[in-house]
């Protein structure tokens, strides 16, 4: 996982009149977003560590890159699993309402159904073309720590995180491992490195027990075009291109200038631009 | 110097290839590299490295005995072990050299655990393996460590010094770490979340004895030994006392050269 | 000095969490207790002797032991229970007796007889998996009948029909009294939270049931005469299997928004108590097995033969008429599969009926950021929360 900060420097925030922001507490990374007046201006994204200390460095982060002080920002609203450990945010508001919002934002009105794999939890929203999210399935606690495995498989192996996902494709044949529980395919997966099957192999054989799982979340929730999908694992080729050919389903194409994983912290930004020009 | 007095002991795991040089009783140099993808390498390295902490070439070593999971990997060329010890009595040998007294050995390691019952010999009376959904308790630890930001010794330092002897689902890996993350989520002290942690691994290797008698004295070996905490939660749950080895995750390598007779 | 509705309350929030405290107080009094894990156990029958049935109830702290005894993958619940009896934490009951529900409660009893020292105190009533037909009420007579004089011969007295009377009709008084307690939950403004609803439901099953009564008279006669004091938020039904950890109430009561916890369909809640016997009949057993039979479903126990129907829903779908929820909260134990299915069909049930729902997997502990999360995103969803 890459962390980053970076900003628009053609906008500027003394000329804004609503600076909202919004930090979204993950459980492997924070992110934050900062607007003017709606519009991206600054993000970031760290490792998360303790929720508290991961956020503010994502804040300052994105921050560190502009000169402008936490205080200046209006209104900040919090969301993602560690959201209640924001002491300098305004609001809370869950992952969920805030995926929703997000994505509409980024992809548009057609939007109707979202999946956010994520580091720990995976799931499927379903939303209106304003962004209101109107249903929801979060994973069962057997498909926990999908996103988190993944790089744990990568340092076992020896790769980088972002090039597993590639090399997960160069492969058409390969062993069929469990896909039901990472702990399982983990571990069928170094027995296979033993019954030396090649390496390329097995992170295929990985990544499709995996994209198998996620997608008996989605089939459980049912999925309404068009369908989109952000944190993490979006940037997972080898997840994503089995997603779509198992669910037999494209989704819409990453946007180059938005971060998958920005989604919930755009959407909780969103809120707090909202929830701003309503006092 | 005689060459056929240095003796490897290469002990392939799941997560970690470990070596050691031994001439006689004498540990003279070890060496742990990860596994990864390419065992042979993994091997080489750890020959190598463990060769040079023991001030001798390759070239010196009278032989390799081999053990572990990926023993038939190493049986063959380029590494041409002279010879292989099944793992649960390299286990069992390496334990009672290292511990006269000690008749069970925990072994928590990487990818599996395990507990060795042997008699006065080291020769095998019982033996059990974790289940499935236990697999990784390693790996998990080394996971749950960089995602509190720690090493691993500080993981300990800071479980030993919770005091609030918190709950998280043991069933499996996933379910642990999902319950931490939510601890850390909820505003937990991180010591606490360490604690935590390190509970679950023992209440799974101590859920895996339940189906074995373990004689005295027991001894505890594998990576996972060097953590305190792990440890003083599984000597609490099991009710006896257990003492970790030194060398802890040494044992199978050194157990391999013993456990072969290359040592009269 | 009356006694205040909160303090009432208190008093059974305590004894949910001193259980066995409680129980050996009515030991101390002279009492023979009997365990039970699933509410299939015709209670009455053991009342009638002069036996005070005893929920067991789990700890909720994770524990190594049970996997040589019980299959990894059966529920924590089970898991739980049986590391109770392993513990010796029950070991003061004079009996314990179960009535065949599902595999997992059934293997928990299975390791208490076994292996936790409750081999020559116990008893296993056959209960039939298909209740809704005219032979399972036979069956489950003859069975209550066998029952009946296994109890004769432990509490060496027999056991009258007027005693079975007395019985059924201090349990009926329970259940009314429970039912009338819930009830408060459907105005609009209660006198009473739901989660204290909830523990004094849980408090009811590990009591003596006439000590229990007093204490509810007392409560609901406070209540009555109380003005509402709990504010008006969105309102949530849970519906589920067995859920005694209390702080899964207190949390969707705690959460960032308003919220009111309005009724719960549980077996450790309203398919407890959501029934009575048939009083003043000439055969009493055949009277508790109607009685039993008349109950919301387990789902273990659900199923008409021949149409596949679930009663369960009925149930449900009559307390959301009368409760009005906003939302609906699954409550289920992890690797529960009844309950998971019965969720499956109940699912298109409440989007057809436009009533937002999440689920809530239970295991050992409450993942409090987990749930409070699924949580607030329902009441977001059903409070049309967006930008």
């Known amino acids: ?279 | 110097m005689n060459k056929g007095k240095f003796l490897a002991g290469l002990d392939a795991g799941h997560v970690n290839t470990k070596a050691v040089i031994m001439r006689e009783q004498e540990i003279l140099g070890y060496c742990t590299v990860p596994t990864g993808f390419d065992v042979v390498a993994a091997a080489q390295t750890a020959l190598n490295d463990a060769s040079d902490n023991a001030g001798i070439s390759r070239g010196e070593l009278g032989g390799i005995v081999a053990t572990g999971i990926f023993n038939d990997m190493i049986k063959v060329p380029p590494l041409n072990a002279t010879g292989t010890v099944p793992e649960y009595m390299a286990d069992a040998k390496g334990a009672l050299f290292l511990n006269k007294n000690s008749r069970t050995v925990i072994d928590v390691g990487g990818n599996i655990h395990k507990a060795v019952c042997y008699d006065q010999k080291g020769d095998l009376v019982d033996v059990v393996q974790n289940d499935k959904c236990a697999d990784g308790l390693g790996i998990f630890y080394t996971t749950m460590a960089k995602a509190l930001g720690l090493s691993e010794q500080e993981m300990t330092e800071l479980a030993l010094k919770s005091t609030k002897n918190l709950s998280i689902a043991i069933q499996c890996a996933l379910s642990a770490e999902s319950d931490a993350i939510d601890l850390m989520c909820q505003g937990t002290d991180i010591a606490d979340v360490a604690d935590a942690v390190s509970k679950f691994i023992a209440e799974r290797v101590a859920d895996m004895c339940t189906y074995m008698s373990l004689t005295k004295e027991i001894v505890v070996a594998g990576g996972l030994a060097k953590s305190q905490a792990i440890v003083k939660h599984l000597q609490s749950l099991i009710r006896q006392d257990v003492s970790v080895l030194t060398h802890p995750e040494y044992v199978g390598a050194i157990g391999a050269v013993i456990g072969y007779g290359g040592v009269k | 000095m009356k006694k205040s509705s909160e303090a009432i309350i208190e008093e059974f929030r305590h004894i949910t969490e001193n259980t066995h405290e409680y129980a050996k107080s009515l030991q101390g009094k002279g009492r023979l207790l009997a365990g039970y894990m699933c509410t299939h156990v015709p209670e009455e029958i053991l009342y009638a002797a002069g036996i005070i049935p005893v929920r067991i109830l789990s700890a909720h702290e994770s524990q190594a032991m049970t996997r040589s005894y019980i299959h990894e993958t059966y529920c924590t619940f089970s898991h739980d229970c049986a590391y109770q009896g392993l513990q010796h934490n029950y070991d003061y009951l004079d009996l314990i007796v179960h009535s065949s529900s599902c595999i997992h409660m059934g293997e928990a009893f299975n390791v208490w007889v076994r292996f936790a020292g409750f081999q020559h105190k116990s008893f296993l009533i056959t209960y039939p998996h298909i209740i809704h037909t005219k032979h399972a009420s036979e069956i489950m007579v003859e069975s209550y009948g066998e029952f009946k004089q296994f109890i004769e011969e432990f509490a060496k007295k027999s056991i009258t029909d007027d005693d079975i009377e007395r019985a059924i009709k201090v349990y009926n008084q329970t259940r009314r009294l429970l039912k009338r307690l819930w009830e408060f939950l459907r105005r609009g403004n209660p006198p009473v939270a739901g989660r204290e609803v909830a523990a004094v439901t849980l408090a009811a099953q590990v009591m003596d049931k006439q000590e229990c009564n007093q204490m509810l008279e007392q409560l609901i006669q406070r209540l009555e005469a109380e003005p509402g004091k709990e504010p008006s938020g969105v309102r949530l039904m849970v519906t589920g299997g067995a859920c005694d950890d209390m702080r899964i109430f207190d949390l969707i009561e705690n959460l960032n928004y308003s919220t009111n916890l309005i009724f719960t369909d549980s077996c450790t809640a309203a398919r407890y108590f959501w029934f009575e016997v048939p009083e003043d009949r000439p055969d009493k057993l055949e009277a508790i097995a109607e009685g039993y039979i008349s109950r919301i479903p387990c789902p273990a126990k659900d199923n008409v033969p021949g149409t596949g129907e679930k009663k369960r829903f009925r149930f449900i779908r009559q307390f959301i008429e009368d409760y009005k929820p906003d939302g609906v909260v699954f409550v289920y134990q992890r690797f529960c599969s009844p309950q998971s299915m019965d969720i499956v069909a109940l699912k298109p049930i409440l989007d057809m009926l436009g009533i937002p729902w999440t689920e809530l997997e239970l295991d050992t502990t409450v993942p409090i950021s987990l749930f409070g999360t699924q949580l607030e995103a329902l009441v977001e969803i059903i409070k049309r929360v967006a930008p």
């Open chain 1, 1 to 279: 996982m890459s962390e980053y900060a970076s900003i628009n420097e053609q906008l500027d925030w003394k000329k804004a009149e609503v600076i909202a922001a919004g930090v979204d507490s993950g459980a492997v990374s924070s992110k934050a977003v900062i607007l003017l007046d709606g519009q991206p201006y600054a993000f970031s994204q760290i490792r998360t560590r303790m929720p508290k200390e991961s956020a503010f460095s994502a804040i300052n982060g994105a921050l560190a890159k502009t000169d402008l002080e936490l205080k200046n920002i209006h209104y900040l609203v919090a969301t993602g699993r560690g959201r209640t450990q924001v002491p300098f945010a305004r609001e809370t508001i869950s992952e969920i309402a805030c995926g929703a919002a997000g994505a509409v934002r980024i992809w548009g009105p057609s939007v109707r159904t979202v999946l956010d794999a994520g580091g720990e939890s995976c799931k499927v929203i379903h939303c209106t073309e304003k962004g209101r999210a109107t249903a929801f399935l979060w994973n069962d606690k057997c498909a926990a720590g999908i996103g988190r495995y993944m790089e744990t498989f990568a340092d076992l192996v020896q790769k980088e995180v972002h090039e597993i996902g590639n090399i997960a494709l160069q492969s058409e044949q390969f062993p069929k491992l469990s896909d039901f529980c990472a702990v399982y395919a983990q571990s069928e997966a170094l027995d296979s490195i033993r019954s030396e099957v090649p390496l390329e192999q097995v992170i295929a054989a990985y990544h499709y027990a995996m994209a198998k799982r996620i997608s008996t979340l989605v089939a459980r929730s049912g999925l309404k075009k068009d369908f989109v999908i952000i944190g993490g694992l979006a940037k997972n080729p080898g997840i994503i291109d089995w997603l779509e050919s198992i669910l037999n389903v494209s989704r819409l194409a990453t946007k180059p200038e938005w971060d998958p994983t920005l989604t919930v912290a755009l959407g909780a930004a969103l809120f707090a631009d909202t929830f701003y020009r309503r006092t």
